[in-house]
Each structure stands twice: as structure tokens, then as C-alpha cells.
């Protein structure tokens, strides 16, 4: 692209003489272009400053005290550390379910300096997130937003404090909307939001905010040898399960007693049977004196629908079995010596 300096010259249409005069639209509209960059520079600079002057208040620095589980190292007192951060002016945090594990202390230190002890209101390892409470009025609590309106591309803020520096400050985009990843429990965890804003070990448990400020997502994971792959705890799960952690301490969840594997079909299975999906779930153990085996369930039935639901694997199954299971009467549809079968069951609690 040719830029004139104003020391250049240029032909007049009569070509009888030159002039300083800087061609229309060359060096004004250049010197335009340069001051809007720099506007919006500052604008996004300005746009990280203010969500992270909101939010900041909110985070704190957790330090655990446990003892391993580890079968070299069972029962040796050991160290970890965690982010979390406020959700409520008096005192609940939320934080990750694998940072506080196996804890048998957390102190929690504040961006005002203090320093309290944190108690485990609840923890539900299924999707990675844990609720504590400290016994002091927050500095400043983050709010919960949606994380249903987030769209990739999206500018995002990571808070934590990584590797021990308190404070952190991270930023990048919303990579990815919808991926799954599997919990300590093998649970499958949907919606999970993925960023390539920069967490490191110690990030666990902080926030992940949007230019406003509104909380979107729980930092909990990264890819171990990538770049830029990093994942969060969408915010519609955590205020649900905060919100369970803070009434009953658990997350309630429905339970058959039964133990089984995802099977795919072949087509000409998938026809035999008359499913549209080409997998079930294979029951490879019924427990005694459950409701599974009160329906007259047994080992290698193949499950394919409970309720209006089609079951065409194990995380399938998880997702209804939620807490409107509970005491419910439903129909499971199952194949028994390629036998289509019907039966009532009652799931109960998972204790």
C-alpha cells in the first residue's frame, strides 16, 4: 500500500506544477486509520480492566491441607493449592471439587489480605464443583451469569492464582462451546466451555468472566503438552449445583443398581432390533435388593429407553437419572434374547 508523508509530490490533472499538498484520503485517512487502532486498543484494554477492578475482590487464594491417598504416600500430610472466589456477600465460595478433596483443613486468603478458615458446605465430584464457606463478609462477590449466551469468539477473562503468584490475570476468547470431558467419577460433564485463556496449576477453581464481569464458567482443567486448550465448568451448572450444595450438601441423583457398558450396533443390529440409534447399554451386574432387580432386570439385558428418553449409552442413562428420577415410577425398554421388554421401576437416592 503506497502512504504518502506529505513530503512527497504529486501531478496536478494539468500536469503544469507540483504541490506539498498530501493526496485526499492518503495520509488524513492514514492518520485516521492509526487513531482508531489505538481507540480500540484502549477499549480493550479498558474492557479487561473493568471486569477484572469487579471481579478481583471476589477471588481468593485456598490452601490445602490433606493427607495422601497415594498407596506409596497413604496417610502422609500433604500441601496443594486452589483458586475460588465469592458468589454471595456473606461468605459462600465456590471453587473445584478435585482442589479441596481429601482436604482436612483450607484457609482461605482474601484479596484484602485476610486469612480464614474455609468449610466444606458440599462437593459434588460428578461435575467438579464444591461450595465452602468462610466465616467473615466477603470484600466483594461475583455475579453468576448465563453461560446459555455465550458464543465462540467471545472475549474472556481468566482470574486465579496459578503456581502460587495470588492474583493472576489471564485473557483470550471462547474457543469452543458444548465439549464434554469426563469427571474423576467417569461422569460425563456437558457444556463445557473451552478458552484459550492461559490457566495453569492453582488456576482450579477460579472464575472465568466475560468483558462485564458476570461470571460464565469455573476453571477446572487444561490439556497437558497443548497450547491454549483450557476448560471450564459452564455457569448454569455451578449455580444449580450451589444451589443443591447449599440446601441438601449433596446433589441429589437418582439410582438403579445396575452397572453396565455402552455397546454400538452394527445396522443390520440396529434394523433387527427396529432402534433408530445404533447402541444400548449392556447390564453387566444387578445389585441385590435394588430397584433394578425388583423390575426382574438382569446381567446382559440391553437397555435401550427409560421413560420417553432413548438410552444408547452409559452417559445417556446419567442424564436421566437426575433428581426428578427420585421415587418416580418409569418404563424401561429392554431386549432380552433379542426380546423387546417392558418393566416399571422406582429409582431411589444414590446415596
Same mark, same amino acid.
Given at each position: 500500500m503506497l502512504m504518502l508523508t506529505g513530503n512527497e509530490t504529486v501531478e496536478s490533472a494539468s500536469d503544469e506544477a507540483a504541490t506539498t499538498t498530501p493526496a485526499r484520503g492518503s495520509t488524513v485517512t492514514d492518520s485516521y486509520t492509526a487513531l482508531e487502532d489505538?481507540?480500540? *486498543?484502549? &477499549?480493550?484494554? !479498558?474492557a479487561i480492566v473493568n471486569a477484572v477492578d469487579r471481579v478481583t475482590p471476589a477471588v481468593v487464594h485456598l490452601e490445602i491441607v490433606g493427607r495422601s491417598t497415594d498407596r506409596r504416600r497413604r496417610g502422609e500430610e500433604v500441601h496443594g493449592s486452589g483458586s475460588g472466589f465469592f458468589f454471595t456477600p456473606d461468605g #459462600?465460595?465456590?471453587? +473445584?471439587? %478435585?482442589?479441596?478433596?481429601? &482436604?482436612?483443613?483450607? !484457609?482461605?486468603?482474601?484479596?484484602?489480605?485476610?486469612?480464614? &478458615?474455609? %468449610?466444606?458446605?458440599g462437593s459434588d465430584p460428578d461435575t467438579d464443583l464444591a461450595v465452602l464457606k $468462610?466465616? %467473615?463478609?466477603?470484600?466483594? #462477590?461475583?455475579v453468576l451469569g448465563d453461560s446459555s449466551s455465550l458464543r465462540a469468539g467471545q472475549l474472556v477473562i481468566a482470574i486465579g492464582n496459578p503456581l502460587g503468584f495470588q492474583t493472576t490475570v489471564t485473557a483470550g476468547v471462547v474457543s469452543a462451546l458444548g465439549r464434554t470431558m469426563r469427571s474423576q467419577t467417569g461422569r460425563l460433564i456437558d457444556g463445557v466451555v473451552?478458552?484459550?485463556?492461559? *490457566?495453569? @496449576?492453582? +488456576?482450579?477453581?477460579? @472464575?472465568?468472566?466475560?468483558? !462485564?464481569? =458476570?461470571?460464565?464458567? $469455573?476453571?477446572?482443567? $487444561?490439556?497437558?503438552?497443548?497450547?491454549?486448550?483450557?476448560?471450564?465448568? @459452564?455457569?448454569?451448572?455451578? =449455580?444449580?449445583?450451589?444451589?443443591?450444595?447449599? !440446601?441438601?450438601?449433596?446433589?441429589?441423583?437418582?439410582?438403579l443398581g445396575i452397572a453396565g457398558q455402552t455397546i454400538r450396533f452394527t445396522r443390520r443390529q440396529a434394523d433387527r432390533y427396529h432402534l433408530a440409534a445404533p447402541g444400548a447399554v449392556l447390564i453387566t451386574s444387578v445389585e441385590t435388593d435394588s430397584p433394578a432387580a425388583a423390575a426382574g432386570l438382569a446381567v446382559r439385558d440391553l437397555l435401550v429407553g427409560v421413560g420417553s428418553a432413548a438410552i444408547t449409552s452409559v452417559d445417556d442413562l446419567h442424564r436421566v437419572l437426575a433428581e426428578e428420577a427420585i421415587d418416580a415410577p418409569i418404563e424401561l425398554v429392554f431386549f432380552r434374547g433379542g426380546v423387546r421388554q417392558q418393566r416399571t421401576v422406582t429409582p431411589l437416592e444414590r446415596k
Open positions: 489505538g481507540s480500540l *486498543l484502549d &477499549a480493550y484494554s !479498558r #459462600f465460595l465456590l471453587t +473445584n471439587s %478435585h482442589v479441596v478433596t481429601n &482436604a482436612s483443613s483450607v !484457609r482461605a486468603t482474601l484479596s484484602d489480605g485476610g486469612a480464614y &478458615a474455609a %468449610h466444606l458446605v $468462610v466465616d %467473615h463478609s466477603a470484600p466483594g #462477590f461475583a473451552q478458552t484459550d485463556a492461559a *490457566l495453569n @496449576p492453582g +488456576n482450579s477453581g477460579g @472464575p472465568l468472566v466475560t468483558s !462485564r464481569g =458476570e461470571v460464565i464458567g $469455573v476453571n477446572t482443567a $487444561v490439556i497437558a503438552g497443548a497450547q491454549g486448550i483450557c476448560f471450564a465448568i @459452564p455457569s448454569r451448572t455451578a =449455580e444449580f449445583v450451589a444451589s443443591r450444595l447449599m !440446601r441438601d450438601g449433596r446433589v441429589r441423583r437418582a439410582f
